[in-house]
């Protein structure tokens, strides 16, 4: 079988650093770092995510074909957005006329 | 070798194949998922960044340690989940059934946790609908910051609603001896949904629970 038999001792090491993460980001959201507070509490999931994504969920030995499906997916996700948001955070610094100016 | 395992189905070469074929497919459906609960982020970071401070009110209504504690009962569910899969891999039955089994108790925790937070913050008015009667500052945009905070954790627990469910078809399929060292493909795509439900909830945490803390 195509089956990777990842040996349980990694699953413990994913778990204690999972772990090890959750208490950071807690701790981390009570230092007044400012809008890096954000940042880093993005960063940390992100790194939390990616951990269990490529060993919980077997995704580092998983074939190629499932690699770029799983990319394409995260690629539509960021394209959702940032063009959600470059609309929304430009809307004060765009100087176009708003629609209900040209009536 | 395996050419007529049970598992088989005859649209396959051979199990290999079947295994990768369902793996993908998993996959799509897991995508339509990111890309779903991506939407409401999307709504969530739009509203946070048009009422930042109201945002941050509404999330220190919430209690840090009740949703800290629901990370770590989450986390230590995955781990009892990705080690369903590896016995499920080495065809050990009985095994199977308890690691699948401690993942519902859980994903029961899970949803026992969320309900005492779901009944505090309905007794104190902070349910968006008729209900909501906080008056402090920012009220009406703490209302969508809640409105928020309902839809999203709500959505995420169906999905533990769900994944309950599915572990416990799992567990019965196991006690029936239907996962063998030769085919655990079942177990190993409930075990892809369950970690993606987990995957949810990392980023809900910080984006709910640890803004405005500092």
């Known amino acids: 079988m195509a089956h990777h038999t990842i040996p349980t001792r990694v699953y413990y090491t994913i778990f204690f650093t999972l772990m090890v993460l959750t208490g950071l980001t807690v701790w981390v959201a009570f230092q007044d770092l400012g809008a890096w507070n954000d940042v880093v509490a993005l960063s940390i999931a992100t790194l939390k995510a990616t951990l269990v994504i490529l060993y919980f969920m077997h995704v580092r030995y998983s074939s190629k074909l499932t690699h770029a499906f799983i990319v394409a997916g995260f690629l539509f996700l ?3 957005l940032a ?3 470059s609309d929304y955070l430009t809307r004060d610094t765009l100087i ?6 040209l009536m | 070798m395996a050419n007529h395992h049970h598992a088989l189905q005859h649209h ?3 199990l290999e194949q079947q295994f990768e074929s369902a793996s993908l497919g998993m996959w799509a459906f897991l995508i339509t998922e990111i890309l779903f609960f991506g939407g409401l982020f999307a709504g969530y970071l739009v509203y946070r960044s ?3 401070e109201a945002f941050a009110v509404g999330s220190y209504k919430l209690d840090v340690l009740l949703g800290g504690v629901n990370t770590v009962v989450l986390i230590c569910s995955s781990l009892t989940m990705a080690l369903a899969v590896y016995w499920a891999h080495k065809g050990e039955r009985t095994k199977i059934v308890v690691f ?3 993942t519902i108790v859980l994903g029961a925790a899970f949803l026992g946790i969320k309900a005492v937070e779901y009944t505090h913050k309905f007794h104190a008015g902070l349910a968006p609908g008729n209900a909501f009667s906080y008056d402090g500052p920012f009220a009406d945009q703490v209302r969508i910051f809640y409105s928020f905070y309902f839809s999203m954790t709500g959505m995420h627990a169906l999905h533990m609603v769900i994944g309950i469910g599915l572990l416990t078809y799992l567990i019965i399929r196991a006690r029936q001896g239907a996962y ?3 085919y655990s493909t079942p177990v190993e795509m409930i075990g892809l949904y369950w970690h993606f439900v987990d995957i ?3 980023y809900l945490f910080p984006l709910l629970y640890l803004i405005g803390r500092s």
């Open chain 1, 78 to 80: 960021v394209i959702l």
């Open chain 2, 180 to 182: 063998t060292a030769e």
């Open chain 2, 100 to 102: 699948l089994f401690l």
């Open chain 2, 200 to 202: 949810v909830w990392i």
């Open chain 2, 12 to 14: 396959f070469e051979d």
């Open chain 1, 96 to 101: 176009a006329p708003k629609a209900w100016d």
């Open chain 1, 83 to 85: 063009i959600t948001m």
């Open chain 2, 50 to 52: 048009l009422y930042p």
